[in-house]
């Protein structure tokens, strides 16, 4: 069934470059990228870290260009890691202008521009390596997994400098593939193994206006699980040979190709996959006005982040496959929770944002950037998880069943997804603090930033004064270009805050019956420098689990604000797993400004198992167990393990 989108109530995200933040916390994270993060990574890609693992993305991509001899190394994604880079530039420059950076992405895109093939064709791996493979292995090569990564490299960059050089690369590449794939005869009609090319023809398409990205875009969507099976021929005509042994029992879910999409009903499969597909689908759904699609995605939120995600905003539990398991099954001990997963979810969350305005998509979105997001980098920006475990004991990481999991951020990976991708999101956060539809403004994201929104025709200039997270109150400044507007401003009611109390130019308003969806909206005639002063209320909260997670039945964890928290064994001592906090056990918070970058803890006494009476035994009659009184310390999640290796648990259980 389709409906005509103009009917739909969609709304229009905002640019990077329209919002400029200046948040106490938030804007350490923005130094950190440009000052750090993005050198580190730019030496990480020129192997240039003597103490990280070779990356080899640069040198192939200057073999492939003919600029010094050699053979491909890393990664058959290698590609990937410069695209992120570049992107993350792209996204840094548009606020934060650093001749210098540009200078050295300028020398990057010259190299990738000269390994292009006189067809369009650029893959660093295929053209050293296997030029006559081409499109033979979509299931796990990731061609176009690499070119998409590429596309949103150049889109962000033209955004950013207005150089169309790395942008015509890649208008030139997705026109090659355009006469490659389709449903026409002489085209192939497959798909990558890897979703990646859909959300980045998007971009590209808003980026030239060039319908034809848009319909390619569309194909690659339509044609994922119909019969018979692209994938499974392709395995078929290969002689049934893998590129990468292990793949042949990730089963038909894999790749989320075991059915045609908008028949989906399940997040499974590949957890990055999933997400960066369920983005293009919403993001395809808003424009076309396909409301088959829609449906299909919101059914897809709903099993994900009702069944399969961690109170972190992690997803994807189980470590083979790095992939979804089934409802409910969301061990902290084992958890895969890939960083890259929860960035997917964000950028599905931001789309279905646009196609139905509702909090409980950003409640979503800020979960994973405050705390899986920022968990996947250490405080220095130089160390990286790509793993994301709930509960860590550093002993059982050396056994084959947890070594995914790690104790501490390594200084890069041989699949280094995971860095630039961190990277990337963060110089781009601006663009998901609010979005537009019609004569409303909404607030996505609390933090301070000054920003210029189009509102129904006319130019909005909003300021966010407040120190959230570390504070729970703000103003926000209106400025309507003409001095004066009627329009409507949607504040978000986080699911965490019972109560939101607002004034309006020192005047309180009653919020009763202005509530819609998580939002309250207060439509007025704005003047000039009219105030909106806001207070979040920010109570400590012991979350529960759904019983049927069968790990944490019995168990809490904290919450305050958009932070989870955790307990780590640099405060409290290690075997966590004996604390008990008892369900009447008083709880404060306090801010230590000299403690891991300034953050705010949460005490509480709580009880300990007692070891009496055991005398090396293993097993004996139940009886009540001993217990002692020790004051406990509860972190935020994402600030663990930036001090000595040691325990932690999110997880705690209550008394």
């Given at each position: 069934?389709?409906?005509?989108?103009?009917?739909?109530?969609?709304?229009?995200?905002?640019?990077?470059?329209?919002?400029?933040?200046?948040?106490?916390?938030?804007?350490?994270?923005?130094?950190?990228?440009?000052?750090?993060?993005?050198?580190?990574?730019?030496?990480a890609?020129?192997?240039?870290?003597?103490?990280?693992?070779?990356?080899?993305?640069?040198?192939?991509?200057?073999?492939?260009?003919?600029?010094?001899?050699?053979?491909?190394?890393?990664?058959?994604?290698?590609?990937?890691?410069v695209?992120?880079?570049?992107?993350?530039?792209?996204?840094?420059?548009?606020?934060?202008?650093?001749?210098?950076l540009e200078?050295?992405?300028?020398?990057?895109?010259?190299?990738?521009?000269?390994a292009?093939?006189?067809?369009?064709?650029?893959?660093?791996?295929?053209?050293?390596?296997?030029?006559?493979?081409r499109?033979?292995?979509?299931?796990?090569?990731?061609?176009?997994?690499?070119?998409?990564?590429?596309?949103?490299?150049?889109?962000?960059?033209?955004?950013?400098?207005?150089?169309?050089?790395?942008?015509?690369?890649?208008?030139?590449?997705?026109?090659?593939?355009?006469?490659?794939?389709?449903?026409?005869?002489?085209?192939?009609?497959?798909?990558?193994?890897?979703?990646?090319?859909?959300?980045?023809?998007?971009?590209?398409?808003?980026?030239?206006?060039?319908?034809?990205?848009?319909?390619?875009?569309?194909?690659?969507?339509?044609?994922?699980?119909?019969?018979?099976?692209?994938?499974?021929?392709?395995?078929?005509?290969?002689?049934?040979?893998?590129?990468?042994?292990?793949?042949?029992d990730?089963?038909?879910?894999?790749?989320?190709?075991?059915?045609?999409?908008?028949?989906?009903?399940?997040?499974?499969?590949?957890a990055?996959?999933?997400?960066?597909?369920?983005?293009?689908?919403?993001?395809?759904?808003?424009?076309?006005?396909?409301?088959?699609?829609?449906?299909?995605?919101?059914?897809?939120?709903?099993?994900?982040?009702?069944?399969?995600?961690?109170?972190?905003?992690?997803i994807?539990?189980?470590?083979f496959?790095e992939?979804?398991?089934?409802?409910?099954?969301?061990?902290?001990?084992?958890?895969?929770?890939?960083?890259?997963?929860?960035?997917?979810?964000?950028?599905?969350?931001?789309r279905?944002?646009?196609?139905?305005?509702?909090?409980?998509?950003?409640?979503?979105?800020?979960?994973?950037?405050?705390?899986?997001?920022?968990?996947g980098?250490?405080?220095?920006?130089?160390?990286?998880?790509?793993?994301?475990?709930?509960?860590?004991?550093?002993?059982?990481?050396e056994?084959?069943?947890?070594?995914?999991?790690?104790?501490?951020?390594?200084?890069?990976?041989?699949?280094?997804?995971?860095?630039?991708?961190?990277?990337?999101?963060?110089?781009?956060?601006?663009?998901?603090?609010?979005?537009?539809?019609?004569?409303?403004?909404?607030?996505?994201?609390?933090?301070?930033?000054?920003?210029?929104?189009?509102?129904?025709?006319?130019?909005?200039?909003?300021?966010?004064?407040?120190?959230?997270?570390?504070?729970?109150?703000?103003?926000?400044?209106?400025?309507?270009?003409?001095g004066?507007?009627?329009?409507?401003?949607?504040?978000?009611?986080?699911?965490?805050?019972?109560?939101l109390?607002?004034?309006?130019?020192?005047?309180?308003?009653?919020t009763?019956?202005?509530?819609?969806?998580?939002y309250?909206?207060?439509?007025?005639?704005?003047?000039?420098?009219?105030?909106?002063?806001?207070?979040?209320?920010?109570?400590?909260?012991?979350?529960?689990?759904?019983?049927?997670?069968?790990?944490?039945?019995?168990?809490?964890?904290l919450?305050?604000?958009?932070?989870?928290?955790?307990?780590e064994?640099?405060?409290?001592?290690?075997?966590?797993?004996?604390?008990?906090?008892p369900?009447?056990?008083?709880?404060?918070?306090?801010?230590?400004?000299?403690?891991?970058?300034?953050?705010?803890?949460?005490?509480g006494?709580?009880?300990r198992?007692a070891?009496?009476?055991?005398?090396?035994?293993?097993?004996?009659?139940?009886?009540?167990?001993?217990?002692?009184?020790?004051?406990?310390?509860?972190?935020?999640?994402?600030?663990?393990?930036?001090?000595?290796?040691?325990?932690?648990?999110?997880?705690?259980?209550?008394?």
């Amino acid at each position: 069934m389709m409906k005509d989108a103009a009917s739909m109530p969609l709304a229009e995200g905002i640019a990077s470059k329209d919002v400029r933040i200046h948040s106490r916390f938030w804007s350490r994270y923005a130094e950190l990228v440009k000052d750090t993060v993005i050198p580190y990574q730019y030496e990480a890609i020129h192997d240039r870290i003597p103490e990280a693992e070779k990356s080899y993305a640069i040198q192939n991509f200057r073999i492939a260009a003919g600029l010094e001899p050699g053979e491909f190394n890393g990664m058959v994604f290698q590609d990937s890691d410069v695209a992120k880079w570049l992107e993350a530039v792209g996204y840094c420059l548009q606020t934060q202008p650093d001749e210098e950076l540009e200078r050295l992405a300028d020398e990057v895109i010259e190299i990738v521009a000269a390994a292009q093939q006189p067809d369009g064709y650029l893959n660093t791996y295929f053209t050293i390596k296997a030029p006559d493979k081409r499109w033979t292995n979509l299931a796990e090569c990731h061609e176009l997994y690499c070119a998409g990564h590429m596309i949103e490299a150049a889109v962000a960059y033209y955004e950013a400098t207005g150089k169309r050089k790395l942008l015509d690369v890649m208008c030139r590449f997705a026109d090659y593939i355009d006469s490659v794939f389709g449903r026409e005869p002489g085209k192939i009609r497959g798909y990558d193994g890897h979703q990646e090319i859909e959300l980045a023809l998007m971009k590209l398409y808003r980026a030239t206006g060039e319908k034809r990205y848009f319909r390619l875009s569309r194909y690659f969507i339509d044609e994922r699980g119909q019969a018979p099976n692209y994938l499974t021929e392709e395995w078929e005509q290969r002689g049934r040979q893998t590129f990468f042994p292990d793949m042949k029992d990730f089963g038909g879910d894999y790749a989320q190709a075991h059915e045609p999409v908008r028949q989906q009903r399940e997040a499974t499969g590949h957890a990055v996959r999933a997400v960066y597909m369920y983005t293009a689908m919403a993001d395809i759904a808003g424009e076309s006005g396909d409301a088959g699609l829609m449906e299909a995605c919101k059914r897809l939120w709903d099993n994900l982040t009702g069944k399969r995600m961690y109170i972190t905003g992690a997803i994807g539990s189980q470590a083979f496959g790095e992939r979804f398991s089934f409802d409910y099954d969301l061990p902290g001990d084992l958890a895969y929770a890939e960083t890259c997963a929860s960035i997917g979810l964000i950028f599905f969350a931001e789309r279905m944002l646009r196609l139905e305005q509702d909090s409980k998509y950003a409640d979503v979105l800020e979960r994973a950037l405050y705390n899986t997001v920022l968990a996947g980098m250490s405080l220095d920006g130089k160390a990286f998880f790509y793993v994301n475990p709930l509960e860590v004991v550093p002993e059982a990481c050396e056994h084959h069943n947890k070594q995914h999991v790690k104790p501490t951020r390594q200084g890069w990976f041989g699949c280094a997804c995971c860095p630039p991708n961190v990277a990337r999101l963060l110089a781009s956060l601006g663009k998901y603090m609010y979005s537009v539809r019609e004569r409303t403004a909404y607030i996505h994201l609390y933090m301070g930033s000054e920003s210029t929104l189009n509102v129904d025709g006319r130019r909005v200039r909003l300021m966010q004064e407040t120190d959230f997270p570390h504070a729970s109150d703000g103003i926000i400044r209106v400025y309507p270009e003409s001095g004066e507007a009627v329009l409507a401003i949607a504040l978000r009611q986080p699911d965490w805050c019972p109560a939101l109390q607002v004034r309006i130019n020192g005047e309180p308003v009653s919020t009763d019956g202005l509530s819609d969806k998580g939002y309250i909206v207060l439509e007025r005639a704005w003047g000039a420098g009219d105030e909106i002063e806001l207070t979040l209320e920010m109570p400590i909260i012991r979350m529960q689990a759904n019983p049927l997670v069968r790990e944490t039945i019995g168990k809490v964890a904290l919450q305050r604000g958009p932070f989870v928290y955790c307990v780590e064994e640099a405060d409290n001592g290690n075997r966590l797993h004996e604390l008990q906090l008892p369900a009447s056990a008083a709880l404060q918070e306090e801010h230590r400004s000299g403690l891991l970058g300034g953050i705010t803890v949460i005490q509480g006494t709580a009880e300990r198992t007692a070891e009496d009476g055991w005398a090396g035994r293993l097993y004996r009659p139940a009886e009540k167990e001993g217990t002692a009184s020790q004051d406990v310390t509860f972190i935020p999640y994402y600030a663990w393990a930036n001090r000595e290796c040691g325990e932690m648990s999110v997880w705690v259980r209550q008394s």
